[in-house]
């Protein structure tokens, strides 16, 4: 196996924005080959697999401004720099369903756009749900429009057999509850 990596030469910041940042990074690659790579770099995220029982899955209907559509997802969000996955997977399942998990178990990593981009997914099983006590101060964020809706795993597969799930996170969530 080939272990070599590559060898920085020089780095130029191009954008530094609310979510991630974009260098250019001029590198000798392992094949030998020097390039300008653009980076994405990324805090990294958190993907939540809510199960309300057993067999079946809380997904979310948002519009995604990129694709200018309305899609169904795996609620997922964004990590502060540094923070728990477990610790924001608890965070955002309150915000996006309005459920607090009692029960968050990490189950594994991966990375959906390793071509250009570090950001790693975290999934993390969400189990126990309840609702927010009655002093809690989670809100809403401000920039999204989210309908959360309960399915049975059946039902979640069979809508990306169908094409009705076009979210690639989603679809390997999916693939990762028994
Ligand atoms: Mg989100």
Redesign the pocket.
Known sequence: VDRRTAKLLSRELKHTGRIFRLEVDRVTLPSGHTIDMEIVRHPGSVVMLPVPAPGSIILIRQYRYAIDRWIWEL???TLKPGEDPAAAAAR?CEE?IGLVPGRVTRLRGYFPTPGFCDEEMVYCLCEELQPPAPDSTVRK?ED?EIEPKTFTLAEARALVAAGDIVDLKTLAGLTLLP
Do not use: F, K, Q, S
Request: charged content about 55%.
């Open positions: 609620p997922a969000g955002e996006e964020d999204e």
